[in-house]
């Protein structure tokens, strides 16, 4: 029985290597890798390193010069999503299978990791995604509109200031 215990700690040592260098190997890949991912209008593109961390922000063919402030924000977190959600796919491909790899005898519930509770809604199908309704577009109308409301009051008010005088 002796050699029978032997093989199987040979074996378990054979799959931790194997495993060990698996893991290297993502490692080595992850190291580098990054997504890019443009906004719905193409106006904003954004990169994200392995972690999700922002890489790169550009504005593309000047399309900021005419957005909104608020037009322009949904534009970048809109992209900077989809570039991480791209890269949270990635990274669940290239570990699940080093994940599911957990040598048998009643570790089966090792066996599956749960990802969504790690990554969150970034792995959900974009098309799955709520789509702005009328009622939330209504609400970013009246947001722009504060906002030019304001300056358009403090405008009012220095040209007021100036022709009283003050």
């Known amino acids: 029985m002796d050699g029978s215990l032997e093989d199987r700690v040979a074996q378990a040592m054979a799959h931790l290597k194997a495993t060990e260098e698996a893991v290297a190997k993502v490692e080595g890949e992850l190291s580098q890798a990054s997504e890019t991912a443009r906004s719905a209008d193409r106006s904003v593109q954004v990169t994200v390193g392995a972690k999700g961390e922002l890489a790169g922000l550009e504005f593309l063919g000047g399309m900021y010069k005419n957005m909104t402030a608020a037009q322009l924000s949904a534009a970048v977190l809109e992209a900077t999503n989809k570039a991480r959600a791209e890269m949270?796919?990635?990274?669940?491909?290239?570990?699940?299978?080093?994940?599911?790899?957990?040598?048998?005898?009643?570790?089966?519930?090792?066996?599956?990791?749960?990802?969504?509770?790690?990554?969150?809604?970034?792995?959900?199908?974009p098309s799955d995604a709520p789509k702005p309704t009328a009622m939330s577009r209504l609400r970013d109308e009246i947001h722009d509109d504060d906002e030019e409301s304001g300056t358009a009051s403090a405008e009012h008010g220095a040209v007021a200031r100036k022709r009283a005088g003050a």
């Open 88 to 125: 949270a796919r990635r990274v669940v491909g290239m570990l699940d299978p080093i994940a599911r790899k957990v040598p048998g005898g009643g570790m089966s519930e090792r066996r599956n990791v749960d990802w969504d509770k790690i990554f969150g809604s970034m792995l959900s199908d």
